[in-house]
């Protein structure tokens, strides 16, 4: 029998990608959306935290398992910054150019050496809304961040975020090079270890 879980996003490629993931395994992902679920309000002050609320209330809402993530970028010479606010590092309702430029201008005066920064990623599988051991799985990509925007694929960060040891920004890397070592790339597959173990345990 196929299982039924709930991707705590709206987002339709990684609802794609995590029905992709798992089709080995009899599971039917659907988006949070197909049971009106709003957003959560994303209290929380980490990464961890964030997807937690995320699963918790779709879970809550629909009775059903759910699957959140949460991810970010971190850069040390801000102390973290923008960090959990990632997404929204410019302002309410502005873009990736946006939240690029104000990372730019953030570091004008910011030397190459001290310019180092990651990408975080966390993902959260909940049985049921009172799970007491949620699966969490997480993934780190360091780099540094560059001086100008390069490449043309990815999203968010990627064209500035020079991967290290490659000199090619995340927006440079093929997807299929990106998806190995990102930071969501790794938090997968640590999930797919483990995952099976939840799924035949649902509690």
Not at 105 to 118: H, I, Q, S, V
Not at 142 to 159: K, L, Q, S, T, V
Request: proline content about 5%; overall charge negative; hydrophobic content about 35%.
């Amino acid at each position: 029998m196929t299982q039924r879980i709930v991707l705590a996003s709206g987002n339709k490629g990684k609802l794609k990608e995590f029905n992709e993931i798992l089709q080995q395994f009899s599971v039917d992902v659907l988006p949070q959306s197909h049971f009106n679920v709003s957003d959560a309000d994303e209290t929380g002050l980490t990464f961890v935290e964030n997807a937690i609320i995320k699963a918790r209330h779709a879970c809550e809402i629909t009775g059903l398992p759910a699957l959140a993530d949460d991810s970010g970028l971190e850069v040390d010479a801000l102390q973290g910054a923008p960090g959990i606010y990632s997404a929204r590092f410019a302002g309410p309702g502005k873009g990736d150019q946006d939240n690029n430029r104000k990372l730019l201008d953030a570091l004008k005066e910011t030397p190459d050496a001290e310019r180092t920064a990651r990408y975080r990623c966390v993902l959260v599988f909940m049985r049921h809304a009172k799970d007491p051991m949620p699966l969490i799985c997480q993934g780190t990509l360091e780099g540094r961040i560059g001086h100008m925007p390069r490449g043309e694929n990815g999203f968010g960060y990627d064209p500035l975020f020079l991967v290290d040891a490659m000199e090619k920004t995340a927006a440079e890397l093929t997807p299929d090079i990106k998806h190995q070592i990102s930071h969501r790339g790794q938090a997968v597959q640590m999930f797919l270890q483990q995952i099976s173990g939840y799924l035949k345990n649902p509690v």
